[in-house]
């Protein structure tokens, strides 16, 4: 080191700062991306009306499973198959080191008849509950598999300059596992998605109601942790001309309701965390005269933060001991009964990461197409699991028709849900840039705490 002289020094400097910058990524150019991404319209628009016309309900998506393990093992991926049933997971390798991100879709319809008079309507039946039902695509997963899709062949393309790893999630059972089964994100996640290799952040998109190519999201919690709740009441049969011969489990019910629409309009600071709870079904009785002896109610309960997600519960049990207690009666409340992940989390968007990936958004949808402060969503969602273990964003992508009234868009879950077409694009769009974008910044995300 003696004879390393001024001159020689620079020019050692010059030298290492020359292969350091041949070595760092160059950034994909976002023309080039949108332009890969719309190129895949056609295709894109051809599998989900494929997917729409053979909708499967939960924990039966064989044939789009199929569809989609075809599709990733002709681009060159690794394909897992079967995984949490009829899942799929590929892995895409860049030709350049760096993190792991993951991309997720969900593959189930619902048990829902179609009413939008499209061409490639479903005319599919299955089995929910025991009853042959009519199937369809009511909530666009059909959209959501087929723009994933479409964005695997878009990065597949351009794998030699990709820094790092993409891991594509092919999920089935988001609405839910049929009774009696495991399924959905966490079963995903037992059986491996987020392992070999691990992503160090996770990335996925739901379509929804707003003006067509919109993004909407919001740092923290973004969609409602959602809780099934059962009541099960016992008192004495009386006729009902005779109340006081017995005891009115039917009042008693009616009073419980009543007092749990007080908890959630009068015990929490709506303006700060909402909270819902809606009673939605009453099982009792046989006949107009008769008040009976046992009875059942259930419903939901919807939350925005844990502690206030145990709290109401609490509050809700209390609630049903010490009315039933004033009516004479016995009374019992379940909560997830017969769920094995005891429902869903709140899907927590990542405040770091939700504010780094703006620009990428906003490079896919277009400035001033996206909204980073959404309200919360009292729907709920299954991607919440995957941001249980790693950091984690998910945004929802505006897929009314044109020119068409808010007060006129169509609801997710109605008989005469439909995506805009137009828009498929730009979801493929978003999906590429979130996961080029983040391999490129080459620095795994932080999880933040829920909360903090």
């Known amino acids: 080191m003696k004879n390393l002289t001024p001159t020689r020094l620079a020019g050692l400097v010059l030298a290492l ?17 949108n332009a890969a991404s719309d190129a895949m319209a056609t295709k894109v628009v051809a599998w989900r009306r494929d997917i729409h016309e053979h909708p499967e309900l939960s924990n039966r998506e064989f044939r789009t499973g199929a569809l989609v393990a075809a599709h990733l093992k002709s681009l060159g991926l690794g394909v ?26 969900d593959m189930d319809a619902l048990p829902v008849l179609e009413a939008t008079g ?3 309507a479903s005319k599919a039946v299955g089995e929910y509950l025991g009853n042959k039902v009519p199937v369809a695509h009511a909530c666009g997963h059909d959209a959501h598999t087929a723009m994933l899709m479409g964005a695997a062949e878009v990065l597949a393309k351009m794998k ?49 109601p707003g003006p067509p190519g919109t993004i909407h999201y919001r740092p923290g919690g973004f969609m409602a942790a959602s809780d099934k709740f059962q009541v099960f ?12 011969a017995g005891i009115d489990i039917m009042s008693l019910q009616a009073a419980i309701i009543q007092d749990f629409n007080r908890l959630a309009a009068r015990t929490v600071d709506v303006t700060a965390t909402p909270t819902v709870i809606t009673t939605a079904m009453v099982h009792g009785g046989v006949r ?9 109610m259930g419903g939901t309960l919807r939350t925005f933060d844990n502690a206030q997600r145990q709290d109401i519960k609490n509050k809700m049990e209390k609630t049903v001991m010490s009315l039933a207690a004033a009516y004479g009666a016995e009374a019992k409340i379940a909560f997830n009964s017969g769920d094995p992940y005891g ?22 949808a277009g400035v001033g197409k996206v909204n ?81």
Request: hydrophobic content about 40%.
């Open 372 to 452: 980073i402060n959404r309200p919360p969503i009292t729907g709920a969602e299954d991607f919440a699991d995957y941001q249980a273990v790693i950091p984690g964003v998910f945004y929802h992508l505006g897929v009314s028709k044109a020119g068409v009234p808010p007060s006129e868009w169509t609801v997710n879950h109605a008989p005469n849900f439909d995506t805009n077409e137009d828009v498929l694009p730009i979801g493929v769009r978003t999906h590429v840039m979130t996961a080029i974008r983040y391999l490129e910044r080459g620095v795994p995300a932080v999880r933040t705490p829920q909360g903090g």
């Open 233 to 244: 009441i016992k008192g004495k049969q009386t006729h009902g001309a005779a109340p006081w």
């Open 80 to 105: 897992r198959e079967n995984v949490a049933k009829t899942g799929v997971v590929a892995v895409l390798r860049g030709g350049r080191p760096g993190p792991v991100v993951a991309l997720r879709a």
């Open 17 to 33: 700062s020359m292969v350091s910058a041949a070595k760092a990524p160059v950034p994909i150019p976002a023309a080039e991306i």
């Open 118 to 120: 499209l061409p490639f």
């Open 160 to 208: 030699d300059r990709i820094p790092g790893t993409v891991v594509f999630i092919f999920q089935p059972a988001e609405e839910g596992a049929p009774p009696g089964e495991k399924g959905g994100a966490s079963l995903m996640i037992e059986e491996g998605a987020l392992q070999n290799p691990a992503p160090s952040a996770i990335f996925g998109l739901h379509v929804f």
């Open 343 to 364: 429902g869903n989390n709140v899907t927590f968007n990542d405040p770091n990461l939700t504010r780094a990936i703006l620009s990428s958004l906003e490079e896919a």
């Open 288 to 296: 107009y005269n008769i008040i009976p002896d046992a009875l059942e």
